[in-house]
């Protein structure tokens, strides 16, 4: 992966313009799609599968009259008054609205058989408006329409309320978020110590949330999304995309103050700390695709639309940011000798940094360090056990509003429970008396404890359903409407066996509740799924069981500390002033759900963040506990500035908020800040550094099992080191074949060391035991390398493999063809000059091959050597190692015929030695593989290769135990190599045609 991002890194930044430039007509494209296709967000909840949404569905379909939406006009009079002296008005008020679109009847409170309508005092009244569509299908207009004829009405000292009628939109800007972005900014600017570097992850960020919303706005048209769901991912995008571009660019700053390219430096950054953000961002964006596990629509497309903000956030860092870094330069160095400089240069544990200082106090005595910080945090977590779920209704929305108003008038009125009431839906089809239907439907509740009023029952047209509306004495919200709705649901086997039919409870008290079982019964399953995954992908990466399983700990008790202290201030009141809590009582259902997938992928982000560090000096050095205290401070700054920006972000969604967002807001604040302060910068420390080596252990089986994620950009420095390997001719020319202490995967041999140029000869032979086609395999791109230099046609392998197959070809002896000897006849038709070249292979070796290896087998070898030898490929494998001498050679000098002068060829054969016309030939002898392992070559040893230096002196020593044989005159200028293997053994072979002795 860190290869990959290296590539995109690097185009980004030498293309910057052309990348930034195709950014902004993406934002462009998604703002003008949002006002042309963009549809109205929901705020309604569907809930399929549960008894209320049943009983929605069935009133649909068959009871449409009472299916739409409702709304209310509240007619209060003035102090000490009461409300029939204004009877006129409010009748004139009540014929207007019924001319109103969609309206299909006025209920008001003078009406004729009308009861219930006004107040025991005689002060208030209200009129019901019956629309023929829901709520939600109304427009703006149509709720302007309603107050416009409300406020006429409004004189003499009447005073006017609406409920059921949407809130006009919200005027002015809400500086509060406004706030979360200067603080983001302020803290940027400490970390940096540059208006430079702190401006370009806001602009990243606010870019990356710009392209969100807007996809949102343009979803909506076409699918039903949330009013929660763009202010979630606003939030979500706006923190991880501050956060991940710091990341990157405090990489890149630390790299370029030791004077990296700025360019190189830019896709450097992407592919080390971009990998950390890639998986970072990979864990929250599995949470949050796992709320589908609950199987809530709403909640589903909730979290699709945060994990999409989520994405939007990591590719504009991976390519708007280098893309900004390299056309910026050298201008984001810190300057030499500044405070900034200073910082970078900390990382490196050289100075006394306050992340040294904490470090050092908090690994000092791990035991009580760990004792204190899980006591602590388990004190905190206890409220949660008094933790209730609703749905909020016009009670949690901001004092002073117009939606908030008429509730508590309402309530005020005629009782907590008038703004919560039950509708109760029944199936009569299958009874013939529908009168005592009706009656025993009524008379069910009219006993039961806690309620106010039922409704008489009221049967639909065709007479096969009726409803009944209760009003409960408590409100929504309360528990004692809780039990009032499993009270009635408890009773309806009885009744259905009484009466031959049942009954069904919906209503949106019903629904919240129907809402907070659901949730509590999916809270297991996704901790199971979403958890699970993410253990699997912290083991692949840190290869360590203890890291996901403290990662993991730590987790949850984040988050029992933040349930516990949104349980405090939103339940139980605790600072609900100062914070600005639009009503203190149970928080919003999926509350608890929601924060779990968001601060998971969250925790995980400062667990990459810092245990990476931790893991890479782990690697370095070898000391866990040198690990521990060097990575910590590595990345304690970083860590500590993305904590509090995100806590800044969330945290500016409370004062003002609704009450949808506002727990949510505040509990990823209090979970962030908990998160990284306590767990990650506090016990996560003191337990690597208790678990010692321990910590970084990984059972054997497991260690092969998993794969070798690179998250520290080790393959990035790798192929960095491979390019820079770039040996000369003595005419400053590439080599065709060029390989220093090279070990190929299946080769089963030494390293090996060769120099060839184009044109050559290259014999690879040895001992019984190695495997010489293995070697030309990986010379055509067909085979690993695993250690040290090899490279082909001046492509370095394995980085440019696929580079290299498009110019070279592998002849192999197939496989299986004796038992398909048909498939010789469906081939492709011979390029030119190659029928020659195979009638001539046939005609003089035909016979041979055809006893040695079978007619199928041999007309496929000879058939692909054909088209090998007059294709425009630069070299050719060929893997001859079954093949007797005699017979190889006449094979060459057919193929050498045809062959241009500047092919290379690679043959691999264990026999005599070999000669293809004036080619020189270079003989690589393999030597069984040593039995101690060899030790990697180092990126100090990657001295680059000097074209005087013959293969033999530069790669090998003399073998004591050799039959002696002549050398090649070793150039006095070359510097012997030290690390010079004595298994890869070099051998001269004269060419009669060339005239020339050559050593491999």
């Known amino acids: 992966m860190a290869t990959l991002l290296y590539r995109i890194g690097r185009f980004a930044a030498h293309r910057g313009i052309a990348v930034i430039v195709g950014w902004i007509v993406i934002l462009g494209l998604a ?87 006004v107040s025991s005092d005689g002060s208030m009244a209200f009129a019901t408006i019956q629309y023929n569509v829901p709520t939600t299908s109304l427009t703006a207009a149509d709720d302007a329409a309603v107050v416009a004829i409300g406020d006429q009405a409004a004189t003499g000292g009447m005073t006017v309320a609406y409920s059921g009628v949407t809130d006009p939109p919200a005027e002015g800007v809400n500086y509060t978020e406004a706030a979360g972005v200067v603080i983001a900014f302020i803290v940027l600017l400490i970390t940096f110590g540059s208006l430079l570097a702190a ?31 763009p202010l979630l991912a606003t939030m979500l995008g706006l923190a991880v995309g501050i956060d991940y571009a710091l990341f990157i660019v405090s990489r890149h700053r630390a790299q370029l103050i030791r004077g990296m390219d700025p360019k190189e430096s830019a896709a450097i950054a992407v592919a080390t700390a971009g990998s950390a953000v890639v998986f970072a961002a990979l864990t929250v964006i599995i949470a949050l695709l796992g709320l589908a596990v609950v199987q809530i629509p709403f909640l589903t497309v909730m979290g699709v639309g945060a994990a999409i903000s989520v994405v939007v956030a990591v590719v504009v860092a991976l390519t708007l940011l280098p893309a900004i870094m390299g056309l910026l330069g050298k201008r984001m160095t810190p300057k030499a000798g500044s405070r900034a400089a200073r910082r970078e240069l900390a990382a490196e544990g050289t100075h006394r940094t306050l992340g040294a200082r904490w470090v050092a106090l908090i690994t000092a005595k791990p035991v009580i360090t760990v004792a204190v910080v899980v006591t602590g945090l388990v004190i905190v977590a206890l409220p949660a056990a008094s933790m209730r779920l609703t749905l909020p209704d016009a009670g949690y929305d901001p004092p002073g509003s117009q939606s908030r108003e008429g509730y508590d008038l309402l309530a005020q009125g005629f009782g907590p429970g008038f703004n919560g009431p039950l ?61 009032l709705v499993h009270t009635i649901r408890d009773l309806a086997p009885a009744f259905a066996d009484k009466n031959g039919f049942s009954y069904q409870v919906t209503g949106t008290t019903a629904v919240g509740i129907d809402v907070s079982a659901r949730l509590a019964d999916a809270l297991l399953p996704f901790a199971i799924v979403v958890v699970g995954l993410c253990l699997i992908l912290l083991t692949i990466v840190f290869r360590s069981l203890a890291v996901p399983v403290s990662a993991t700990i730590g987790y949850l008790l984040s988050v029992g500390a933040s349930f516990g202290i949104v349980t405090a201030i939103f339940e139980w009141g605790w600072l609900a002033d100062a914070l600005g809590v639009a009503k203190v009582g149970p928080v919003i259902s999926f509350f608890p759900i929601l924060l779990m997938a968001v601060l998971f992928g969250l925790a995980m982000d400062y667990q990459v963040f810092l245990v990476s560090r931790m893991r890479e000096e782990f690697v370095k050095s070898g000391d866990p506990h040198i690990a521990v205290r060097h990575g910590f401070i590595g990345a304690a700054r970083v860590v500590t500035a993305a904590a509090c920006i995100m806590f800044a972000v969330f945290a500016s969604f409370v004062p003002g908020g609704n009450a949808v967002l506002q727990p949510i807001a505040l509990g990823l604040a209090a979970g962030v800040f908990i998160d990284a302060f306590l767990v990650r910068m506090t016990l996560i420390p003191a337990l690597m550094m208790l678990l010692g080596r321990v910590g970084w252990a990984l059972p054997a089986p497991l260690r092969r099992a998993l794969p070798n994620v690179d998250l520290e950009g080790e393959g990035v420095r790798e192929m960095l080191d491979a390019s820079a390997w770039r040996p000369l001719d003595e005419d400053g020319r590439p080599f065709a074949l060029a390989a220093e202490r090279a070990i190929l995967e299946a080769a089963e041999s030494a390293s090996f060391g060769v120099r060839a140029a184009p044109g050559d000869l290259v014999i690879v032979t040895g001992a019984a035991s190695t495997h010489p086609e293995a070697v030309v395999a990986a010379l055509a791109g067909r085979q690993r390398v695993l250690s040290g230099h090899l490279r082909v046609l001046d492509e370095p392998l394995p980085f440019r493999a696929a580079a290299l197959r498009r110019h070279s070809v592998l002849v192999v002896r197939p496989v299986g063809a004796d038992a398909d000897a048909g498939s010789v006849a469906v081939r492709l038709p011979l390029p030119p ?20 290896w079978g007619a199928a087998v041999a007309q496929e070898w000879s058939y692909q050597l054909a088209v090998a030898a007059v294709s425009t490929v630069r070299l050719i494998a060929l893997d001859a190692t079954g093949i007797p001498t005699a017979h190889l050679q006449h ?20 026999g005599a030695r070999l000669e293809m016309g004036p080619r020189t030939v270079v003989v690589v002898e393999l030597r069984p593989a040593p039995l101690v392992p060899e030790e ?35 150039d006095p200028n070359a510097d012997p190599d030290p690390n010079a293997d004595p298994d890869a053994k070099a051998h001269p072979q004269s060419n009669p045609n060339s005239g020339e002795e050559v050593t491999a």
């Open 891 to 910: 094979a060459l000098d057919i193929v050498q015929s045809a062959l241009p002068s500047g092919t290379t060829v690679a043959v691999a054969h264990h």
């Open 833 to 852: 000059g190659a029928l020659s070249v195979l009638e001539r292979l046939r005609c003089d070796l035909g016979a041979e091959l055809d006893e040695l």
């Open 31 to 117: 703002i003008t799609g949002a006002q042309l296709l963009g549809g109205t967000l929901a705020s309604s909840f569907a809930i399929p599968g549960t008894e209320s949404q049943q009983a929605i569905d069935m009133l649909d379909q068959r009871f449409p009259q009472a299916s739409g939406g409702s709304a209310k006009i509240i007619y209060v009079a003035p102090t000490g008054g009461q409300i029939s002296s204004f009877q006129p008005q409010i009748e004139e008020a009540d014929a207007a609205l019924a001319k109103l679109g969609h309206v299909t009847s006025v209920t008001g409170p003078f009406d004729e058989n009308v009861t219930g309508q």
């Open 936 to 970: 990697p070559l180092e990126p100090a040893e990657l001295l680059p290769a000097r074209a005087e230096v013959p293969a033999a002196a530069a790669e090998s020593e003399p073998d004591p135990n050799a039959d002696p044989e002549p050398k090649a005159d070793p």
């Open 199 to 229: 401006g370009m992850p806001l602009i990243t960020a606010l870019i990356g949330v710009a392209i969100t919303t807007t996809t949102i706005t343009i979803a909506s048209g076409f699918v039903s999304i949330s009013s929660t769901a």
């Open 423 to 483: 509708l109760v839906t029944a199936d009569i089809s299958k009874t013939l008396d529908i009168s005592g239907a009706l009656t025993a439907l009524h008379d069910q509740f009219t006993g039961l404890s806690d309620i106010v009023s039922v409704s008489q029952a009221i049967p639909n047209t065709t007479a096969d359903m009726a409803i009944v509306s209760i009003i409960p004495a408590s409100a929504p919200d309360s528990a004692q409407t809780e039990d």
